[in-house]
């Protein structure tokens, strides 16, 4: 596939693997860093592009999530331009006032392909029925992570990291049609709005360049014929995931990552057959319940707590 792709988008170097992205990071001069990686893995990515005068744009919001402070305390101003969609959403409704004027952040979900389900029915979905996402077309672990609402969870703390406002003044809002890609409430009552056809190229122009509107990214919305965007609250006894990374997100140091190595390790054995959809987040819950976090969060802790996670999901999926 890499010769395949090389050959389409000619490309002066190529590399496979962790230790290949690192190498290409510090061998190749760049304006500009895309972190596309599916993982915690990408977190050396991450602090590594952060060493460089390069900016990141970052698709990899795992790296950002484990890592917490320890990228937040690498990135200098302007150089982190998220690539997630309702973040570069929130970023550009951010432009509308200062930061003591944001009263809340409403970060949208399409609530995946299970909205409006029963727990009961969830029993028995097979890794095909969560890969079938209603409005976006994407890679095996995010498209679960939305049937679950793991990746609500996993943006929300990635909204508090990127721009620090309070767990608690950060909501999630199910919107089907993925067309509003996040709001920012202000003070005055006003709340700005970003919204665009569910197509990740506008979040990824705007991450190649943050200062410069290209000429048509995505199609244009069509106000010709009607159309009703919806939104609705999230079923939070359905879908706990976004309940529980706000307390793993307050909790800080290496909750984080705990909760997202849980779900990797479970994200997979739902696709090996191993588990039960349902099982995925009861595992991610039993871990961080039982986790006891190292007083401070350093690269060592990180890596012997992700470890200890998965080893702890890898005994409970058996
Ligand atoms: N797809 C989307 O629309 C969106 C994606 N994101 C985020 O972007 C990231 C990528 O998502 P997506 O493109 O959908 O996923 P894909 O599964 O399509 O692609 C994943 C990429 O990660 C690479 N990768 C996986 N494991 C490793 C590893 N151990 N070492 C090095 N590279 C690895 C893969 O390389 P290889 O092919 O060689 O295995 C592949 O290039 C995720 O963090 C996701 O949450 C965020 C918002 C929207
Ligand atoms: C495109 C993007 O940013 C994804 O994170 C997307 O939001 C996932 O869809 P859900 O809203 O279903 O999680
Ligand atoms: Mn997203």
């Given at each position: 596939m890499l010769a395949q792709q090389s050959a389409r988008f000619p490309a002066a170097r190529t590399a496979l693997g962790i230790d290949g992205a690192i190498d290409l990071i510090h061998d190749v001069a760049a304006d500009v860093i895309l972190n596309a990686i599916?993982?915690?893995?990408?977190l050396s990515a991450t602090l590594a592009a952060l060493d460089t005068p390069a900016r990141l744009a970052l698709a990899n919001k795992e790296s950002l999530v484990v890592g917490g402070a320890l990228v937040r305390e690498k990135?200098?101003?302007?150089?982190l331009q998220p690539v997630d969609s309702e973040h570069c959403a929130i970023l550009q409704a951010l432009r509308a006032g200062t930061h003591d004027e944001v009263r809340r952040l409403i970060v949208t979900a399409s609530?995946?392909?299970?909205?409006?389900?029963?727990r009961d029915s969830l029993?028995?979905?097979m890794p095909a029925d969560a890969l079938a996402h209603p409005t976006w077309n994407m890679g095996q672990v995010i498209t679960t992570n939305s049937a679950t609402l793991v990746n609500e969870g996993l943006e929300v703390i990635e909204a508090h990291l990127l721009f620090d406002i309070d767990y608690d003044a950060i909501d999630v809002v199910v919107h089907p049609?993925?067309?509003?890609?996040s709001m920012v409430e202000f003070i005055d009552g006003s709340t700005i709005a970003q919204a665009s056809v569910p197509d990740m190229r506008l979040a990824i122009a705007l991450g190649l360049d943050p200062n410069r509107r290209m000429q048509p990214v995505t199609p244009m919305l069509d106000w010709t014929t009607s159309s009703s965007w919806t939104f609705e609250p999230l079923d939070n006894e359905l879908f706990p995931a976004v309940e529980l990374a706000k307390q793993v997100g307050k909790a800080g140091a290496t909750y984080p990552a705990v909760y997202n190595a849980a779900n990797e390790v479970a994200v997979h054995a739902f696709h090996d057959r191993?588990?039960?959809?349902?099982s995925i987040v009861e595992i991610v819950q039993r871990v961080v319940e039982v986790h006891d976090a190292p007083g401070e969060l350093t690269l060592a802790s990180l890596a012997d707590s992700e470890s200890w996670a998965r080893a702890e999901a890898t005994t409970l999926k058996s």
């Open positions: 599916t993982g915690s893995v990408g990135v200098r101003p302007g150089q609530g995946g392909p299970f909205r409006g389900r029963t029993g028995e979905v049609q993925s067309i509003v890609h191993a588990i039960s959809f349902l």
